[in-house]
């Protein structure tokens, strides 16, 4: 059995969409700042697609039949919507990691972001503290 026109019209409609749409669009290629600092942006994305079509019934003598032998006219039509809104940028550099977002409205990923930083510097902190007693442990001669 052929394909029916409405599959290839999706499949490419889709293929175009999956183009678009990858993660580097959502988090950017970072970019190094003359400090050091490394910035990466941070982006929300919104897409929409619709498809649809129809065949067509012949018209003979002014009345309608169905021939089913005869591959019936197609028509149809497909189209789609991206929209690319900055959330914010994320800037790694100096022994921390910040959420800069670009409206104030995106709090929850600006507090996990923040969370993520805290939890980082208390395990290096942790780390840091169990290091300096393994090492005054050793110098400790007890013989």
Not at 12 to 37: A, C, F, R, W, Y
Not at 118 to 134: H, I, Y
């Amino acid at each position: 059995m052929s394909e029916h026109p409405i599959e290839g019209l999706m499949h490419t409609t889709m293929n175009s969409l999956k183009e678009m749409v990858d993660v580097n669009t959502i988090i950017g290629d970072p970019v190094q700042s003359e400090d050091g600092l490394i910035i990466i942006p941070v982006s929300k994305i919104c897409f929409g697609f619709a498809s649809g079509g129809t065949e067509f019934k012949k018209i003979l003598n002014n009345k309608e039949t169905n021939i089913s032998d005869e591959k019936l006219p197609f028509g149809g039509g497909s189209g789609a919507g991206v929209s690319v809104q900055p959330v914010g940028f994320i800037v790694v550099g100096n022994d921390q990691i910040k959420l800069l977002t670009v409206d104030e409205g995106n709090t929850a990923l600006s507090s996990l972001f923040d969370f993520l930083g805290k939890v980082v510097d208390n395990v290096q902190e942790s780390m840091t503290k169990n290091k300096a007693k393994n090492d005054y442990d050793d110098s400790i001669d007890i013989s």
